[in-house]
């Protein structure tokens, strides 16, 4: 029997497991040719890398019964977090974290919201000190996902 537990690892892994060629080929193609390469502008890559990351942060909640805290951040999907307990699961889900479509990391912001788990995965867009252009993908995990 199916549960759903399995359906949403089952999709993840999917997910995951195209991911890392297809982002490999599109960042290859956006170094030589730009980002209008295959006609999408620049906030349609940071739409499908947050889409990508949450499949990665749902990976990493399953394994490690939670999400990386703010101070571990998208780094804990390449690399252990120190602070990650001995005996939680842990693996490697992705070989790097993407940057933004400027070259800037991804930020990454989690909170608690009515025992709703949060994430914003947001991009600082084309000027980082302007906060008018920033880009956000938000998305929630219910308390059931990790359990």
């Known amino acids: 029997m199916v549960t759903r537990r399995r359906l949403i690892i089952l999709s993840a892994v999917g997910v995951l497991s195209l991911g890392p060629g297809l982002m490999a080929i599109r960042h290859t193609l956006q170094s030589v040719f730009g980002y209008g390469v295959c006609g999408h502008p620049p906030e349609t890559y940071v739409q499908s890398d947050g889409k990508l990351l949450q499949s990665a942060l749902m990976m990493f909640r399953l394994n490690a019964r939670r999400l990386p805290t703010q101070v571990e951040g998208l780094e804990a999907l390449v690399t252990r977090p120190a602070t990650l307990p001995a005996d939680a699961r842990w693996v490697q889900i992705m070989t790097r974290v993407p940057n933004d479509p400027w070259a800037n990391p991804y ?23 302007d906060p008018s252009d920033d880009i956000a993908e938000t998305f929630s995990f219910q308390a059931d996902h990790a359990k």
Do not use: F, H, K, M
């Open 107 to 129: 930020l990454y912001q989690t909170w608690t919201a009515s025992g709703i788990e949060n994430v914003r995965i947001s991009s600082t867009g084309p000027d980082p000190s």
